[in-house]
């Protein structure tokens, strides 16, 4: 109980209150940045609901969910779930917690360990070893009137380390929120063991269509290649999430590790995907959610490429304009791993499939530690909400300002999102 308390007292700094901590993002910065681009007009806010470091852990991965109505006098009820980063290891999540806010951000819930969403020991290749379930990314699922969490687990060795060859799998739970809990997470099944040993949905967005089917980007290793990604056609109902098909299979072999982290989404009637790589990040678009054109390296609307490698992009879209969130290169970041702060969002032209440069905003600033495990979430038709924590490794980040904060940029849209209702 005494170790509970401190890691909770930890995980506050010692004092911060479970009212949220309305932060300025860097000395002498403002509060507020206000967008330029015609379409989509909006501004940015910014919270601090919880941070960790205490020299031996911090938050990663935190993601949000929405359920309309669940929250106080009607509104929604936004969950967020996370994992502890170990700092002694690479990429090593212990444990999952939550919190919540019934109103919208103006407070938020103690975060909690959640054991349903928790690390289980499993018999790998003969060992006894732990398997997290990582990244869950909360979606409303609107068809089923369910708040569904998909990510993926994580196979150690028995002594916390990361090895390959590993079995990946896409995880999945469902949330009660009659009960505040979540289900015990189920592993989604595959056809093909072989060709899909290691395949999973990693920090992946996903899109539902109006009929329930979910798009669920993953990225998966076919025996004797470097990763490769596609897009799950599966059905939910409620409880089961399952298998039926999947699109292209796009890979790349530049002696890189190949392709990773897709996430999808869809503006008007067209389906865009977004992909990490080592040295690049890429972007297709397609007519069907799982089937894309060849995909080509993001760039500047000026043909200079975008600088963002080897970590995640994803989407913010409302009706009105298709916005990507990254981090790159060239932002007087080199001090920054892999360049993985400020937080950037900028408006995408869907027909050149290129960022605009002139709409670039920083949703969340950089201060040393890296920013590139994030999530987004529609919360209503009036706000998205991108998710960050402070990734406190490699050591010494911190003298630059980090401090394991976990970030809310609430992005406040001046006309509704009319997709908002469509979902």
């Not at 980063?85 to 819930?109: H, I, M, N, P």
């Amino acid at each position: 109980m005494n170790d509970r308390r401190e890691f909770l007292k930890q995980s506050l700094c010692g004092g911060v209150s479970l009212l949220v901590a309305r932060t300025l993002p860097a000395a002498g910065a403002e509060t507020e940045n206000r967008a330029r681009s015609a379409a989509a007009p909006y501004r940015v806010t910014r919270d601090v609901p919880t941070r960790l470091f205490d020299g031996r852990r911090c938050w990663c991965h935190p993601r949000a969910g929405a359920v309309p109505g669940a929250g106080k006098d009607g509104l929604p009820r936004v969950v967020m779930t996370m994992n502890t980063l170990d700092l002694s290891g690479s990429d090593v999540f212990k444990a999952s917690y939550g919190l919540r806010t019934d109103d919208l951000g103006e407070t938020w819930t103690e975060p909690r360990q959640l054991e349903a969403l928790g690390v289980r020991y499993e018999t790998v290749e003969r060992q006894r070893r732990p398997v997290a379930c990582s990244s869950v990314w909360p979606g409303w699922h609107a068809a089923s009137q369910t708040l569904l969490g998909v990510g993926q687990t994580v196979v150690y060795t028995p002594d916390w380390k990361v090895r390959r060859p590993r079995p990946r799998h896409t995880t999945y739970s469902v949330y009660d929120p009659a009960e505040d809990a979540w289900a015990a997470w189920r592993k989604l099944e595959m056809p093909d063991e072989k060709k899909f040993y290691n395949c999973g949905a990693c920090c992946t967005q996903r899109y539902d269509l109006p009929d329930g089917t979910v798009l669920v980007p993953v990225h998966f290793y076919p025996p004797g290649k470097s990763a490769h990604v596609a897009v799950l056609r599966c059905s939910f109902d409620g409880e089961t999430l399952r298998y039926r098909d999947h699109g292209s299979e796009l890979g790349i072999e530049d002696r890189t590790r190949g392709l990773h982290e897709p996430s999808v989404t869809r503006f008007g009637d067209q389906f865009f995907l977004t992909i990490r790589n080592d040295r690049r990040g890429y972007v297709t678009r397609g007519d069907d959610g799982s089937h894309f054109e060849p995909y080509r390296p993001w760039t500047f609307d000026d043909g200079k490429e975008l600088g963002s490698h080897n970590t995640q992009q994803h989407w913010v879209t409302h009706s009105d304009g298709l916005f990507l969130v990254y981090t790159r290169r060239g932002a007087n970041n080199d001090h920054v791993f892999r360049h993985r702060a400020p937080l950037f969002m900028a408006r995408v032209d869907p027909e050149r499939l290129c960022v605009m440069r002139d709409t670039e905003r920083i949703l969340v600033p950089e201060r040393g530690a890296r920013l590139g495990n994030f999530g987004v979430a529609d919360v209503s038709p009036d706000e998205t909400w991108v998710t960050v924590a402070e990734w406190m490794q490699p050591r010494g980040v911190e003298k630059h300002g980090s401090d394991g904060s976990v970030w809310v940029a609430r992005i406040h849209w001046a006309r509704p999102n009319r997709n908002f209702a469509a979902r």
